[in-house]
């Protein structure tokens, strides 16, 4: 693929955008995340000020822990199959062309979770706030994100 300043302007297959599969978050808290699959399409371009993921979530697997951040807001538009959206306010079906938006430093906790039978497709687009904190209310974890690097430490701030 061309490098990102040759790209900026132009118009791609998302696909043809490199996946990475998983997650960073420390054991245990992988768990169900390992064959989530994130294109970072906001990436190929270049873009600095705020990130757009292309999400593929099979069926049984989760987006990530439930969480919130302190600074950066973030959208997910579901493009096709069935999620269940986890908050505070209980658990909601969506599906293609719902969205859903969280904002920076509500402390209520989401997550996406791939209850059906076939894979979820969904974008994901936040803002690029430096030295947010992320919190995990359900799990002993909170992320700090610091010069473009994500910390996982235990709430009583030791490293994992």
């Known amino acids: 693929m061309e490098t990102e ?3 900026s302007g132009k118009a791609i297959v998302a696909e043809a955008v490199s996946s990475q599969r998983g997650t960073d978050y420390p054991e245990p808290f992988a ?5 989530r699959s994130k294109r970072a399409l906001g990436d190929a371009f270049g873009l600095t ?12 697997e989760i ?19 069935e999620l269940t959206l986890i908050t505070d306010e209980g658990e909601q079906t969506i599906g293609p062309g719902m969205t859903a938006g969280f904002a920076a430093a509500v402390e ?8 059906s039978e ?3 497709v969904y974008l994901e687009v936040s803002d690029r706030s430096q ?16 010069d473009n690097e994500d910390i996982f430490i235990h709430k009583d701030g030791t490293p994992y």
């Not at 768990?31 to 064959?35: K, P």
């Not at 947010?132 to 909170?142: A, G, H, K, S």
């Open 31 to 35: 768990v169900n995340i390992v064959e």
């Open 108 to 115: 209520n906790g989401h997550q996406l979770v791939n209850r």
């Open 63 to 81: 987006s990530s822990q439930r969480h919130w951040h302190s600074k950066q807001d973030e959208l997910v538009y579901v493009l096709a199959g």
């Open 118 to 120: 076939v894979e979820a």
């Open 5 to 7: 300043t040759k790209l």
């Open 131 to 146: 030295n947010d904190i992320c919190e995990y209310p359900d799990i002993d974890m909170r992320c700090v994100s610091q």
């Open 49 to 60: 000020n705020f990130g757009v993921n292309l999400v593929h979530l099979p069926a049984g």
